[in-house]
């Protein structure tokens, strides 16, 4: 029961950050919980990310480790359109950790 009570809350809270922002001109993007490494490159964390052992793309081959990086390829991707490009993303960043069973930590993030 406790699980559902805190995604409940969590969701009431990704709802009202995504509201919020919303109500300040800021555009939400989606951007996938994949990527490739010269898309994670470009935030500058010295984090490797984490590789899919079965890939089918290079374009898709690792799971992310932050958003900034996945922000910024939107941005690259839409220089054509005017600024300020008030953008946002909630999504889950991946990381290593041997407390978990599948040895991978998933955590819900924010980027503005």
Do not use: W
């Amino acid at each position: 029961m406790t699980d559902i009570r805190n995604q409940v809350q969590s969701t009431s809270l990704i709802m009202s950050l995504a509201n919020f922002l919303s109500g300040l001109k800021h555009t939400e993007v989606y951007t996938y919980n994949i990527s490739n490494d010269e898309v994670m490159k470009k935030a500058n964390t010295h984090e490797k990310p984490i590789y899919l052992a079965n890939s089918i793309s290079e374009d898709y081959d690792c799971l992310r480790n932050n958003m900034i990086a996945s922000l910024l390829d939107v941005l690259a991707k839409n220089r054509h359109n005017d600024y300020p490009q008030n953008i946002y993303d909630i999504g889950t960043i991946f990381s290593k950790s041997k407390s978990y069973e599948t040895g991978i930590l998933e955590q819900e993030h924010l980027a503005v």
